[in-house]
């Protein structure tokens, strides 16, 4: 069973940038795929970004590239999102969420989830 705990999330201005941190409980931390996904109000959950267990490999969503980038850090049992250039449609709870490897643009089944984190964009 894997908990994870999202923090970072916050209020910041268009253009600004925000980090998100997830802690992971799990000591086989590094046998999970993680992942960032975000729901905004009234609409679906969202992939966003995946990282798979080495740290080798990622994957965003089209409205994030070249934005966002996921990164992991297996000693410490944390996965990142560092957000730049953010934009009020970017307003969203941002969950991390945490599967067996598989292939990381087919963003499903992921197992694990964490409560979420709060992120607001104003214009």
């Known amino acids: 069973q894997v908990q994870l705990v999202e923090s970072g999330g916050g209020l910041v201005q268009a253009g600004g940038s925000l980090r998100l941190s997830c802690a992971a409980s799990?000591?086989?931390?590094?046998?999970?795929?993680m992942a960032w996904f975000r729901q905004a109000p009234g609409k679906e959950r969202e992939f966003v970004a995946a990282?798979?267990?080495?740290?080798?490999?990622?994957y965003y969503a089209n409205s994030v590239q070249g934005r966002f980038s996921i990164s992991r850090d297996n000693a410490k049992k944390m996965v990142y999102l560092q957000m730049s250039s953010l934009k009020p449609e970017d307003t969203a709870v941002y969950s991390c969420?945490?599967?067996?490897?598989?292939?990381?643009?087919?963003?499903?089944?992921?197992?694990?989830w964490g409560q979420g984190t709060q992120v607001t964009v104003s214009s």
């Open positions: 990282i798979s267990w080495s740290g080798r490999s990622t």
């Open positions: 969420a945490a599967r067996s490897p598989g292939s990381l643009s087919y963003p499903y089944d992921y197992d694990y």
């Open positions: 799990e000591r086989t931390f590094s046998r999970y795929d």
